[in-house]
């Protein structure tokens, strides 16, 4: 029952200076906000006469083609931006303090993904005020809403503990390139601007085997209420959670052990 | 004369050595265009099967983009090399001896020329690599080279203007978004001539990055198309002077305050 309250103290306390810093920091929370929604004006204003290529047929438009990839790829972006922030926390010897005062240091973990979760909450109301105004047409009933948001809550947390682990191997804001690249590439893997069964060659093999081309595909059903392999892809989640979350748990003993 | 050409001479061979000797300068602005160009053209082929699309190969349709990427590249390289000559006070000291302005701006941008040249090249042997032959030719390809340099200088110099004006590298470093946001709203993915939304259609209308693409574009896929290229040379030129001239001014005030 200690060990509990001592978790959930820990992870409030960090989760609410994380959440403080980025609300009170507009060069945190800005980056973060824009890159997302700049990805959606350039893609579903830019490339929406691609509903028109014959084998698509998306109910919600190409605006809610758009926003489901926008949505997945803020919902990382937000853990990982957040992990840029624990770098930081290392290199300035804040988290060293934070080690020393946690009496559960697994709490710190939460912590981070609680402020990150926020962070990415913020964002994604704005993305979705802009895609309604881009002309999205929400087909889905508000259980098969939830599921697309709950399915983006996931991607968010799996991609935090990513960048977590990262920034407690390295200590060091230089290993940004590390946390981000391989996230940038796996989003851009996927189909991002057609189904993927109008993708051909490598491109469409390499979506195939492609984890986040599950979570996409899913979270696109749920929009247009045709739910499709939602099982499949929630599978996908537990199982990226489950893999990240123990890359930040070891890279936090890795922290704990180098002192 | 002779004077400031031995000026710009030191001081260009100093930029062209400093790029050399960071290869992540020179290996990134042509690592990251090349992947997002393979990611663009797999997953946006099916784009050519619209009616009017102008090509029925995307990665033609893009190759057009890496160049304007690398250009992007080129104005953070020399707004942070000259961002950290004004920190570690190398403007300083330079402000102490008889060199000319003029020298400086210059001498800065041959580091750029030397890189956009790289990247070019490379862009053009990618193009070959993946059966992209340049429809104006080999005569093109000269143009298509003078082209991507002469823009990579005007955005480089509109990097030697950033760094001056701010005088910190972070600073530039934190404008390389908005400079990207004119990338992303242009006629980079689409031509503009199918692009549905008429609000994005009006944007990339009034953006110049469109006319630079569209010339880049003109030679790969088109041929000689003369309107294409005398724009984007002119919106080139008009870049570099603007940052030039810029630049000289925000140079006047990084002296004196100096």
Excluded at chain 1, 81 to 88: D, L, Q, Y
Excluded at chain 1, 117 to 136: E, K
């Amino acid at each position: 029952m200690r060990a509990v309250r001592d978790f959930r103290n820990v992870a409030f306390a960090v989760g609410w200076r994380t959440i403080h810093n980025v609300l009170h920091n507009p060069s945190l929370l800005i980056p973060g906000m824009v890159f997302p929604l700049l990805n959606f004006v350039a893609f579903a204003g830019g490339l929406s006469r691609l509903r028109h290529i014959p084998g698509f047929d998306y109910p919600p438009g190409y605006a809610g083609f758009q926003f489901c990839f926008v949505l997945l790829q803020s919902a990382a972006f937000g853990g990982v931006f957040t992990g840029f922030g624990i770098a930081r926390d290392f290199e300035y010897g804040f988290s060293r303090r934070l080690m020393l005062a946690s009496t559960r240091r697994s709490g710190v973990i939460a912590g981070y993904a609680i402020g990150a979760l926020v962070r990415w909450l913020i964002t994604s109301v704005a993305v979705t005020a802009v895609a309604v105004i881009a002309g999205m047409r929400i087909k889905g009933s508000p259980v098969d809403l939830a599921g697309l948001w709950v399915l983006a809550i996931m991607v968010n947390f799996a991609f935090l503990c990513w960048a977590c682990g990262i920034a407690m191997r390295f200590q060091s804001v230089q290993a940004g390139p590390i946390m981000q690249t391989p996230v940038f590439l796996l989003l851009f893997f996927a189909p991002v601007y057609v189904p993927l069964k109008l993708l051909q060659g490598w491109i469409h093999a390499v979506a195939t085997g492609n984890p986040i081309t599950q979570l996409l595909e899913a979270n696109r059903s749920l929009l247009a209420g045709q739910p499709a392999h939602v099982g499949v892809a929630y599978l996908v989640a537990v199982g990226l959670i489950l893999g990240l979350s123990a890359w930040a748990v070891l890279s936090l003993r890795h922290a704990e052990a180098s002192g | 004369m002779r004077d400031t050409l031995g000026q710009v001479y030191h001081l260009a061979r100093r930029s062209v050595v400093r790029q050399a000797r960071q290869p992540a300068n020179v290996v990134a602005p042509i690592i990251f265009p090349l992947g997002l160009l393979a990611v663009n053209s797999g997953g946006l082929q099916p784009a050519t099967a619209i009616p009017g699309f102008p090509t029925d190969r995307f990665v033609a349709f893009a190759l057009a983009i890496p160049f304007m990427q690398g250009a992007l590249f080129a104005t953070m390289n020399a707004g942070t090399d000259l961002a950290r000559d004004i920190q570690t006070g190398f403007l300083n000291r330079l402000s102490l001896t008889p060199v000319r302005g003029v020298a400086l701006v210059v001498g800065q941008l041959a580091g750029v020329a030397f890189v956009a040249t790289i990247q070019a090249v490379v862009y053009v042997l990618v193009a070959y690599a993946v059966h992209v032959h340049p429809a104006a030719g080999a005569a093109g390809v000269v143009v298509l080279l003078g082209l991507a340099i002469a823009i990579a200088i005007g955005f480089g110099a509109a990097g030697v203007f950033m760094a001056l004006r701010t005088g910190s590298g972070e600073s530039v470093q934190g404008l390389f978004p908005v400079l990207f946001v004119f990338l992303l709203v242009s006629s980079m993915n689409f031509p503009r001539n199918l692009i549905e939304a008429g609000w994005f259609r009006w944007l990339a209308t009034v953006n110049p990055v469109s006319y630079l693409i569209e010339g880049l574009r003109s030679l790969i896929i088109e041929g000689w198309n003369g309107e294409a290229l005398a724009l984007a040379f002119a919106f080139s030129g008009i870049l570099i002077a603007l940052s030039l001239v810029a630049s000289g001014f925000a140079l006047r005030t990084r002296m004196t305050r100096t």
